[in-house]
């Protein structure tokens, strides 16, 4: 008999929060397979290939980012780092070795069941499950096959780069999206450095999407990462 | 004394001591106020003046000096000569003398007027063994003394017969070059072409003239050295070409060789006094060269605050000043305090701290020498007493008999600091380097004792608040989660599904509660040690203020926040990261410090290269007088609700500000409540940004219709 609940690998070296984050997906309806070196982990992925990798980036016997790096060469499966305050420029090299999300410990439960669900969902959607043109949060809804944006049912208008940049967030919606990534691609590798850009044309998103500009609850700013398009 | 001169010394100019110039610690224990002063020369004989004079001085417990004067006559002292005056004066520095070098024209009046300035009631004289007639026609500095000494005593020792005598200086040692001879011959042919022109129309009083002005134009210009030649040559020359019978040697009338005669001395008198001038302008230009040298050392080293660069400043200003190689040594610093540095006897491993552009680097011989200098506080090497034949000099760097140092010198040649006013010049920088080396230790000291204490207070405070603040939350963690887990499985006394939640949320609590304070801790340790890089992005403050918002979105709970930004606010230069961290503590603090359902605002206004941002509460306000203890390390107001932090958040808030440049200030607020406001700095513009349609690929994402325009 096959099991059909989603199976997560959790590489993480700390047994207590290895046992509380299979502990709470085995009640949250995931199936969890446990690995406490980068190793056993990569063995693990090549045996039995699982659905998602909860990945710590402080493993002793490796870094998590080369693990990282090791695993997208043969592997598509989403990865969700997990890494500390203050270590910005990590979770960036993480996310840009090709992590899908990360999470800051300490993280509350609900928030990670969220990434998983985000994670799982992009994964079906690389899988070739038709994805949905119409993308809703709140009260404001993208039409991506009509390139239509409406707040309220009212029809918002949007420059070429902010729709252009708020299309990037709705295909990643619920994942960070990294400033580099939103860069490159809207602007060209050239422009890969000027975040500022980025900033004034997402202040410029604010102002037409959310409700208060400066208390956004749809477009969230990741200091120092990225932005991140709530989905749910 | 064998000094004696060609010129009549001057009477002594003498001040009387207006005051006495003497302190009572110099005066020492025994006879209050006396002074002795002896003179050295040369002279074997002076050694013996001078052992004299150092019993007569322990016998009166008396302080005693030693007092070389520098005379033009000094130039023509041999190597021998030479090397017997410092042997002298420094056997007089050996037996406790106070040794000075004074500069001037005759030895009497100079020491005379030494004596007066500074207050020596006893001048003690080798007697002269000269022949009587010797002093009749050159004079005796003995008598000179004697006779302008004043109220001060006079002992004339005698010294042991026999000493050799130098014949009195008629003639001031020359030191022209060959080249300058050349030019007087040719000033002479030019006074002789002219004298042919001049006896065309005149007599021959006035060709003397002519010869007369060749010769004072000589000495002035080259020295009396050719301006002899000159004198020699021109009476020559005019008894040659002008005195008749013209074109030989020969000479008609006796009352030429009166002319001659006085010919040959007007101009032997005019080299001489010439020369005499020179050599004084020489001197004080030399003397002025010395005051400005040490000066602009003094200077120089009063600039500096740190012990290597001061070091590495004085051996850069000795080595341009004396043309040689220089370096100064100081003791390894592993952690050695100043105060076990002079007492350290045993090998002191020096380390070469500094040395000049062509360093070099002493070889075993040299490192032991120098550290020979530093155990024993002694100078030592090339024309010292110890090692003379070594090819460095090393110069103990000492302050208030402490060696702090050692400066280590390589003359280009062997002559070049044996002149005793050189020698005393660089003792003189030696003392000036040795006092700024130890201002430097000690202010090194003193900075590193207010570190360690502030460290030790940091730690303390740091420890015992950690200890409790951490302490409490865990507690209540643990407590909750053991009762929870004893209850487990206990059907009888199963408590009520509400009373679990409860339980279960204080444990949530306490654990988040605990995570603020690590984060602000481990915060606190990262801008206390410095080691925060900034990353500046252009940010517009709206996504700063909204970023910490949401973080705080759970905390917020029934407050009311009010975001008041400029439409026309510039992008500001600031890390995300820390940024959103100061907006995140300071609307923490205001929440934490007011009651519910108050309202906060955040609020921001440019200004000319500036931003100020305000986050205003209408809390109880700053306790009166602690506008900027708020923020210092674990300050806790009074009025908290609800459970407060370690006392860090506004002390994060305060680093993270300066180190943007910006500065931050706590304010009560009229009506009740506080301000906290701080202002970041603009440096700069954005770079500017490309036109909206310019895409990386051009796709055609055009949405009609065009609604709003970008900025």
Redesign the interface.
């Known amino acids: 008999m096959t099991d059909k609940r989603p199976q997560v690998l959790v590489i993480e070296d700390e047994p207590s929060l290895r046992r509380f984050l299979s502990v709470t997906l085995r009640t949250n309806d995931y199936q969890a397979v446990e690995a406490e070196t980068a190793q056993k982990g990569l063995e693990l992925v090549a045996s039995r290939p699982p659905d998602l990798i909860l990945l710590d980036l402080g493993l002793p016997d490796l870094d998590g980012i080369e693990l990282t790096e090791q695993l997208r060469q043969w592997s598509q499966v989403p990865i969700i780092v997990l890494s500390a ?2 270590r ?1 420029t990590d979770k960036i090299r993480a996310l840009d070795a090709g992590a899908d999300d990360y999470l800051t410990k ?1 993280f509350a439960v609900g928030e990670l069941l969220a990434r998983l669900r985000v994670a799982l969902r992009h994964r079906a959607r690389a899988q070739g499950a038709a994805g949905d043109p119409i993308f809703e949060v709140g009260d404001v809804r993208v039409d991506l096959a009509r ?1 239509q944006v409406t707040r309220g049912g009212e029809e ?9 940049i708020l299309t990037l967030l709705v295909q990643n919606a619920g994942k960070v999206t990294t400033h580099k990534h939103l860069l ?5 590798p050239k ?1 890969a450095g ?4 980025l ?2 044309y ?3 998103l ?1 102002q ?1 999407l959310e409700a ?6 749809l477009l ?5 990462i990225g932005y991140r398009l709530k989905s749910e | 004394m064998t000094f004696s001169l060609g010129s009549q010394p001057a009477p002594p100019a003498r001040d009387p001591p207006a005051e006495p110039t003497i302190s009572p610690d110099d005066a020492g224990p025994g006879a209050a106020g006396e002074r002795l002063l002896v003179c050295i020369s040369p002279s074997p004989l002076s050694a013996l003046v001078v052992q004299a004079t150092w019993r007569m001085a322990s016998r009166l417990r008396v302080p005693w000096v030693a007092a070389y004067v520098e005379t033009p006559q000094h130039a023509r002292l041999s190597q021998k000569e030479r090397g017997r005056l410092t042997q002298n004066l420094r056997q007089a520095e050996l037996l406790g003398a106070e040794v000075v070098t004074l500069s001037g024209d005759a030895v009497a009046s100079t020491v005379l007027a030494y004596a007066c300035r500074c207050g020596v009631t006893r001048i003690v004289l080798g007697k002269p063994t000269h022949p009587r007639w010797y002093d009749v026609l050159f004079g005796s500095v003995v008598e000179d003394i004697i006779r302008g000494s004043g109220d001060i005593d006079i002992n004339v020792i005698t010294g042991e017969p026999g000493a050799p005598t130098r014949p009195p200086l008629l003639l001031i040692p020359s030191q022209a070059p060959p080249l300058a001879y050349g030019k007087s011959a040719l000033v002479l042919a030019v006074a002789t072409v002219l004298a042919f022109f001049v006896d065309q129309f005149f007599g021959l009083t006035e060709v003397i003239m002519v010869y007369l002005l060749g010769i004072v134009l000589v000495a002035l210009r080259y020295g009396h050295g050719p301006a002899l030649l000159t004198s020699t040559l021109s009476v020559a020359a005019f008894n040659f070409l002008f005195v008749p019978p013209r074109y030989t040697f020969a000479v008609a009338e006796g009352r030429y060789l009166v002319t001659f005669t006085g010919m040959f001395v007007i101009g032997l008198v005019i080299s001489n006094l010439t020369a005499r001038v020179r050599w004084q302008a020489d001197m004080a230009l030399a003397r002025e060269r010395h005051s400005s040298a040490l000066y602009s050392l003094t200077r120089a080293l009063s600039r500096e605050r740190d012990t290597a660069a001061l070091a590495r400043r004085a051996a850069l200003h000795v080595a341009d000043f004396f043309g040689c190689q220089a370096m100064v040594l100081l003791p390894r610093r592993s952690g050695r305090s100043v105060a076990s540095l002079g007492a350290q006897r045993e090998a002191p491993d020096l380390e070469q701290v500094s040395g000049t552009a062509d360093c070099f680097t002493l070889d075993e011989r040299e490192r032991s020498l120098a550290e020979w200098v530093f155990s024993h506080n002694d100078i030592a090497g090339l024309g010292t007493g110890t090692q003379p034949q070594h090819p460095s000099l090393h110069v103990p760097l000492a302050s208030a008999d402490r060696c702090i140092g050692v400066l280590a010198l390589r003359p280009v040649s062997r002559q070049q600091l044996m002149e005793p006013a050189q020698r005393n010049l660089l003792i003189a920088f030696c003392d000036q380097i040795g006092m700024a080396l130890l201002r430097a230790l000690w202010a090194d000291e003193a900075q590193r004792t207010a570190r360690r204490a502030e460290r030790e207070e940091l730690r303390n405070t740091l420890l015992s608040s950690v200890s409790h603040d951490l302490r409490t939350p865990l507690a209540a963690i643990a407590g909750t989660a053991s009762t929870l887990l004893q209850q487990e499985g206990r059907a009888e006394t199963r408590m009520s599904e509400a009373l679990r939640r409860e339980l279960l949320e204080a444990i949530c609590e306490g ?1 988040e509660h605990m ?1 603020r304070l690590v ?1 602000n801790l ?2 606190m340790t ?1 801008l206390e040690f410095g080691d925060i890089q900034l ?1 500046k ?4 403050l ?6 910490a ?2 973080r705080l979105e759970q905390r917020l709970g029934q407050h009311v ?1 009010a ?1 008041n ?1 400029p439409a026309e606010l510039p ?1 500001i230069p600031l ?3 820390l ?2 961290q100061l907006l995140h503590n300071l609307i923490e603090n205001a929440i934490k410090y007011t009651p519910p359902g108050t309202l906060i605002e ?1 609020s921001a206004a440019a200004a000319p290269n500036m931003v100020t941002v305000a986050v205003a509460d209408r809390g109880p306000g700053i306790p009166p007088d602690a506008e900027e203890r708020v923020f210092e390390k674990f300050f806790r107001g009074p009025y908290r609700h609800g459970k407060g932090g370690v006392g860090l958040g506004l002390t994060i808030c305060r680093g993270i500000v300066e180190a943007h440049g910006g500065q931050i200030s706590a304010t009560s607020r009229s009506g009740g409540g506080a301000v906290f406001c701080f202002t970041m700095p603009i440096e700069g513009e ?2 500017p ?2 036109p ?2 310019v ?2 690929e051009s ?1 055609p ?3 009609a ?7």
């Open positions: 305050r203050n910005e300490p390139r918002v208008h949007l420059t070429p780069i902010e729709y252009r490159t691609t809207v602007w060209g422009h000027e975040v500022h850009y900033r004034v997402m202040a410029q604010r037409k208060d500009p400066n208390r956004p609850h969230l700013t990741e200091a120092g | 654990a995570n984060i481990l915060d990262r990353h992005e252009w940010i517009p709206s996504e700063v203020i909204g970023s918002l949401n926040v975001v930004l992008l890390d995300p990261v940024a959103e955040i954005p770079p940004m490309p909206d349609g895409l990386a796709a994402d055009e949405l219709p065009q609604g709003a325009p970008a900025p």
